[in-house]
C-alpha cells in the first residue's frame, strides 16, 4: 500500500513523500500509525535525517545502500533519512547511510535544494490528505 506524507518546515515549501510497504511494511505501518509528529532536521552530506522519531522498528529487509531520492528509516538512532544524493562515507556513485536502513519509499519532491535551508530546522510530519 502507498501513502502520501508532507513534511511542513516553518517558511520553506512542502517536502512530499510517498510511502510504500513493499519493503519495510511493519516500519512503514509503525510510521503511520505515529503521524502526526514533529523532529528536528540535520543535514549530512546530501542526506538529510531527523532527531529520534517516535518510530521503534528493528532493522526490517535493511540496506547498506540506497537509491536517490530513497527515503529510510535508520533503527541505530530511530531517525527518519531523506537521501538527495552521496554521503560523506560513500565511494563515488554510491549512497551509503552511517549503517543499514529500512526503506520506505521515496522523495516526490522538491529536489536538493531544499539541502541548503533545512539544517536546525523543525519539520512535522503529518499525512497528506
Do not use: R
Request: overall charge negative; glycine content about 6%.
Amino acid at each position: 500500500m502507498k501513502y502520501t506524507v508532507q513534511v511542513k518546515i516553518p517558511n520553506l515549501s512542502l517536502i512530499i513523500l510517498e510511502l510504500d510497504d513493499t519493503n519495510s511494511p511493519k516500519t512503514v505501518h509503525d510510521f503511520i500509525e505515529k503521524l502526526p509528529f514533529t523532529v528536528d532536521l540535520n543535514v549530512w552530506g546530501d542526506e538529510i535525517y531527523t532527531s529520534e522519531s517516535p518510530i521503534t522498528q528493528p532493522e526490517e529487509n535493511a540496506k547498506s545502500l540506497v537509491q536517490l531520492n530513497d527515503i529510510a528509516y535508520w533503527p541505530t538512532g530511530k531517525a527518519i533519512c531523506l537521501f538527495y544524493g552521496s554521503t560523506p562515507i560513500g565511494k563515488p556513485g554510491e549512497i551509503t547511510p552511517a549503517s543499514p536502513v529500512n526503506v520506505l519509499g521515496k522523495i516526490i519532491s522538491p529536489d536538493k535544494s531544499v539541502l541548503n535551508n533545512t539544517d536546525g530546522k523543525s519539520a512535522t510530519f503529518s499525512l497528506k490528505s
